[in-house]
């Protein structure tokens, strides 16, 4: 129910493909309608100021003609106009001081009053000027009085009605208008593929999640380029990597774990079958049989121990730490494992320096070495040697056990860490060996900065090294 409900496809309108076509469409949008009315109303505000540059320039011109000593009149007006000539302009209007009108370039208000705000603005020397565009034309007015030492004579009254700079406006504002349909048509199509694109890579992440919360460890997503998608896609690959690792692992210690068990409980199972069925068994075969239910109990509890204390190492659970002097707690694991080495003819070699501090706990520096040294012990040819050396080299203790055993094949030296591994099964067994305890002594000095490291040694035997950092004594954590 939680797979089909999380699995289900993703409405349209919530998609990442629809938000990043409107994200995207939203900012063309934005860029065309810019495009669309800055360049326009520049152009206009620039025509606009031309406009009224030529006009009042013109009318000027005309207002300095006209000044006289003479009160205007109709003909002379009309002369001074005919002198000017063609001024280029719609219409042309000289009124007197009373805003009648003198001379008209129309021919439709001479003798009227001319009732225009221009005019009278004009006549309170007030220079006036306005400019509109609309119809696809330009349309400009502008007054300005007619002065003759200090006196109003009149104004001048100029219109301008100009469809060309208007219809070049137009153009201008089709022109874009085109641009920004295509812009807009190859914008949406670039959106739609671009956001496709993505969100089918993302679709591709999405199915491999998926695949890999199924359980399939071993699928891989494969995404071209060199963008953060790829770099997400080959971060995804090496987390499935690690969880393929860890779940072969895992499925192994099961199976490790249940088969060292099983062998065990199915030896008492045996045994004390064995004991039940036989009414009449002797005293002496019952107590060697309780003796072997005994042995393997024994084995069954070095097991659980073995697997507790990687359990404890895996949860990475904090420690308190303090200075330990190796010497004193190799010294410690010597004497425990005299009487194991006397029984079976080996002997023992201790080079210890003196005053080697590491910081770690002293029941796992016990641990570490004890592992190490019983192994060397256990698995060593009758009248064999086992060296122990500690020294201090920079700012390193390095511990190195060496035995003279029956040694570990080049090809298993790298396995030898792994859980329940063992190189000759049936003398591990025989000896009381779980397979876990070189996977604990590696677990518990990494836990603490050391490092372990076993090689073969010629002509026969195995070395191990262990190194942790120094420190000093009474240092604090």
Not at 79 to 90: A, P, W
Not at 134 to 140: L, P, Q, R, T
Not at 170 to 181: A, E, K
Request: some cysteine; aromatic content about 6%.
């Amino acid at each position: 129910m939680e797979t089909a409900r999380q699995s289900k496809k993703v409405p349209l309108w919530r998609s990442l493909q629809t938000k990043y076509a409107m994200t995207y469409l939203v900012v063309i949008a934005a860029v065309l309608v810019l495009l669309n009315t800055y360049p326009v109303l520049a152009s206009q505000e620039m025509v606009f100021q031309s406009k009224q540059t030529s006009l009042q320039s013109q009318a000027a011109v005309m207002a300095s003609a006209l000044a006289g000593p003479d009160s205007l009149s109709e003909e002379g007006v009309a002369r001074v106009m005919e002198v000017l000539g063609d001024t280029g302009l719609s219409r042309v209007l000289v009124t007197g001081p009373s805003g009648l009108v003198l001379y008209d370039s129309a021919g439709q208000a001479a003798g009227q009053y001319a009732l225009l705000r221009e005019v009278a603005a004009a006549l309170r020397w007030e220079d006036n000027i306005r400019s509109d565009f609309e119809n696809g034309a330009f349309h400009s007015r502008a007054a300005t009085p007619i002065v003759y030492r200090g006196m109003t004579l009149g104004a001048v009254y100029v219109d301008e009605y100009d469809t060309f700079a208007g219809e070049f406006l137009v153009s201008v504002q089709q022109t874009l208008r085109s641009i920004s349909l295509v812009i807009a048509l190859a914008a949406l199509l670039f959106s739609v593929v671009f956001s496709k694109a993505i969100t089918r890579r993302l679709g591709q992440l999405l199915g491999a999640i998926r695949t890999v919360r199924e359980g399939e460890y071993s699928h891989r997503v494969k995404l071209s380029g060199k963008d953060e998608l790829t770099q997400l896609a080959g971060e995804f690959n090496d987390l499935t990597g690690r969880l393929q690792t860890t779940e072969e692992v895992r499925r192994r210690f099961v199976s490790d774990a249940s088969h060292e068990l099983k062998t065990p409980l199915a030896s008492i199972r045996l045994l004390t079958d064995s004991i039940l069925q036989t009414g009449d068994m002797d005293p002496e075969t019952v107590r060697d049989f309780v003796g072997d239910i005994g042995s393997e109990a024994e084995r069954l509890q070095r097991i659980t121990e073995h697997l507790l204390a990687l359990t404890r190492l895996d949860a990475g659970a904090p420690v308190v730490t303090e200075p330990v002097e190796v010497a004193a707690v190799a010294r410690r694991a010597e004497h425990m494992l005299e009487p194991l080495a006397r029984a079976v003819d080996v002997s023992l070699t201790m080079e210890l320096d003196e005053d080697v501090w590491v910081r770690c706990t002293r029941d796992d520096l016990y641990q570490i070495l004890f592992n190490l040294m019983e192994n060397g012990v256990k698995y060593n040819l009758p009248g064999g040697k086992l060296w122990v050396r500690l020294r201090a080299v920079e700012d390193r203790a390095e511990i190195v056990v060496e035995d003279t055993g029956v040694g570990v094949p080049a090809e298993d030296v790298d396995k030898i860490f792994d859980r329940f591994y063992r190189v000759d099964k049936a003398r591990s067994r025989a000896a009381g060996g779980t397979g876990l305890g070189l996977s604990i002594v590696q677990d518990t000095a990494k836990r603490h900065g050391g490092v372990v490291t076993a090689q073969r040694r010629e002509p026969e035997g195995t070395r191990f090294t262990v190194t942790f950092p120094l420190c000093e004594r009474g240092e604090r954590a």
